[in-house]
C-alpha cells in the first residue's frame, strides 16, 4: 500500500466511524434544534470519509464504497476512541467531539503542510468544514465545563484519544450492522 | 355560533388568513393545536423507523442522503413545534403527551421496517402520500402553518426523489433486489391507503370548514392513486389488491381499506408503537440534564 | 429563549421571516439558525434576533381618510373626459 494511502486511510476510517457514532443521535438527541445541527456535523464527518476514500481509492484501482464498506473488520484503521458506543450519554457524546476536534485540527494542519498538492488541497477543503465543528465543541464545551458529568467524562476518555491498534469488542457489531444490506446480495448496485 | 365566531368562520371560508395574534374561536384554536400537534408527533415518529437504515446504508451516498432526510424530518418537527408552542402548548408538552401515547401521530411510523426495500418504499411512496396533504396544507387559513409548509414541502421533493432512485436502482439490480421491492410494497400497501383517512365528506370535517385542511381525505387518496400507480406499474411491480383499477369516470376503485385496523393503530395498538414511544421515553430522560442546563425556560 | 430568523434567499432580495430557533445564547441561536435555515444552500444571509427585540405594530390611525398622499385620491376619469371632449369641440369649431 502506497505511502498516501498509509497516511489517508487511518484519518478517512476514523472520520467514517465517527460519523457512524455520531448518526446514532439523529432523531433522539437532547433537543430538536441540536439534533438538527449533530446531524449536520455527522454527515460532514462521512462525507471527509469519502473524499479521503476517492483519493485512495484513485491509486488503488477501488471505489470509495469498496473501501468503505467491503474490508474486513481487522483491516481497518480506525481508532478504538471513535469505535465507543456513548449514546445516550451526552456528556460523554460532547467529550468525546471536543477532544477528537483537538487532536484532528492538529492532523489536519499537517496534511495541509503536505508535498501531496491532492492531499493538501482535500486537506484544507475539510479543515474549512472542520472550523465549523470546532465552533460547536467550543459552543458546547464553555456550557458544559462547570456540569460535574462533563468534567468526568473529559478525564475518562482523554487517554484514549491516542490509542491506536486493537479494535474495540464493539466494533465487531458496528462492522455487522453498516455492512448488511451491502453483503445480502453480494457485488449489487444500490 | 355567536357573532364573532359566525364572521370568522365566513372570513376564513373566504380565503381570509389567521396570525398568532389575531382573534380565533376557542373551537378553532383547539382543533388546529391538535392537528398540527399530531403532524409534529408524527415528523417525529417517523425518523425512528428510518434511522436504523443510516446505520445499514449499502453506499456512502445513500448513507448521506438518508441522514439529510432524516434530519430535515427533525427539522420539520422543530419547525411544526414552534408554530404549536406559539399557539399555547409548549414543545415539551407535547412530547410528553406523545410519550405517554396521549397524542397520536400517523399510522405508517407504527408499522416495522425489515429492509432496505422499505427504505425505498417509503422515500417514495409514504412521502408522495405525506406531500399531497402537505401541498393541500399550503392553503390552510393558519399562516404561521401555511408558511412553514412552504419550506416542508420544499425539502420533501428531494425525499421522493431519492426514495425514486433507490427504487430504481434496486429494479434494475438482481432479481433478489426486485423481490425486495415487491415485498415491502406488499406490506405497505395497506397502511399507504390507510393514510389519508377515512373518507368523511369535507362538508362533515370541521378541519375542511375552519379551512385548516384544504382537501378531504378521499380526494387526497384519488391523487395519490392518480400519481403513484402509473408509476408502480410501470416497472412491473403488482399491487397487492385485485380491485384497484381506474373507471371510466377516471376514478380509482379499490378494495375497501381497513378502518377499523386504522383506528386501532393510530390510538397506539400498532406492531412498533410502544417499542418506538419507549425509545423516545428513555433517550428523553437520559437526556434531561442536557434541557435543564441549556434550555431552563423550556425544560 | 427564543430567536425569530429572517433569511435572504439571493443577493438583493428583502429579508424574510423564515422562522424562530430555541437556543440558551446568541451564539446557539446562530448554529441554530444556520442549520434549519441555511444548510440546503437556500439563503445567502440570515438575520437573527431574539423575540423581544422584534415590536410587531398592527393598528394604523387613519380617521380623517387622507387620500391626498395616495394614488386612489386621484379620480382622474371624469375630468380627462371632458377635458377630451372640450378639446375635440374646440378643433371642430375652428374648422
Redesign the interface.
Known sequence: MSARAELLLPIADDELILG?RN??W????????E??AF??I??NE??H??AL?QLVAEELGTT??EL??DRRPEEYRCSSFVELRL????AKTIARHCLYEDADERRIKELIESDDPEVAGLAAKIDREEAYHRMHAQMWFE??QD?P?FQEALEELRPMVVERGEHLPEFEQLWE??T???R??AG??? | MKEREQEFLEYVQSGGQVET?DWMPDDYRAKLVKFIEMHGNSE?MG??PE?E????????????AL??K??D???H???I??VVSDLGKP?EQCLDDLISGKSKFHNVFHYPTK??GDVGVIAWLVDAAAIISQKALLKCSYAPYA??MK?IC??ESFHILHGRD?IL??M???D??RELVQEALNRWWGPLMQFHGNPIPPGDDPMYTWRIKSQGNGEARQQFLDGYVPQIWELGLTVPDPKLSKNDDGVWEFTEPDWDELMHVVTGHGPKTEERLG??R??RD??E???R??????A | ??YEVFRQERKGQAFA????????NEE?AEWYAR??FG??G?SVALWVVPREAVH?I?EFVDELGRNYHRVDGYPLKEKLKEARERASRAAAADR
Open positions: 457512524w448518526s446514532e439523529t432523531g433522539i438527541a437532547p433537543f430538536l434544534e439534533d438538527v446531524s449536520s455527522a454527515q462521512v462525507g470519509a469519502r476514500y470509495a464504497d468503505a464498506f449514546v445516550p450519554d451526552w456550557r458544559l456540569v458529568q450492522e453498516m448488511e444490506v451491502r445480502s446480495v449489487a448496485t444500490w | 395574534t417525529l425518523v425512528l434511522r437504515w443510516i446505520l445499514r446504508a449499502p453506499t456512502l451516498q445513500r448513507k448521506l441522514t439529510a432524516v434530519q424530518e427533525v427539522g418537527s422543530q419547525l413545534y414552534r414543545r429492509t432496505w408558511r412553514i419550506k420544499w425539502e433507490v436502482t434496486m434494475n439490480g438482481t433478489a433486489q425509545l423516545r428513555t433517550t437520559e437526556t440534564w442536557v434541557r442546563v441549556v434550555l431552563p425556560e423550556a | 429563549m427564543i421571516h423564515a422562522g424562530s430557533v430555541e437556543a440558551p446557539f442549520e434549519e444548510r440546503r437556500e410587531e398592527d
